[in-house]
Nanobody, 118 residues
């Protein structure tokens, strides 16, 4: 099993920044994709960024230039730096792991809330 624990969310004013963290523990996979998703009430879940085990990083068009995903292998932690926050970034942010077994993102964290408001 894999445990994912997100942290770093909060209330921030428009234009502010946050860094979300996702700490992973448990089973280790040699090949995987780790992603950040977000979901606001009434909206579909959106994958905003992901990183492959090989280190390739991809972003949704909606967040390019403002979101930066990084990984600390020594800490088994993935980060999402969010800059120039907008009210429409308000959502619950989740990290998830796809162990590339053909079953998709099998492992999810509990999420961390990001609220952008003045």
């Amino acid at each position: 099993q894999v445990q994912l624990v997100e942290s770093g969310g909060g209330l921030v004013q428009p234009g502010g920044s946050l860094r979300l963290s996702c700490a992973a523990s448990g089973r280790v996979f040699s090949s995987y994709t780790m992603a950040w998703f977000r979901q606001a009430p009434g909206n579909q879940r959106e994958r905003v960024a992901f990183i492959t085990s090989g280190g390739n990083i991809y972003y949704a068009d909606s967040v390019k230039g403002r979101f930066t995903l990084s990984r600390d292998n020594a800490r088994n932690t993935v980060y999402l730096q969010i800059n120039s926050l907008k009210p429409e970034d308000t959502a619950r942010y989740y990290c998830a792991l796809d162990p590339l077994r053909g079953t998709g993102y099998d492992y999810w964290g509990q999420g961390t809330q990001v609220t952008v408001s003045s």
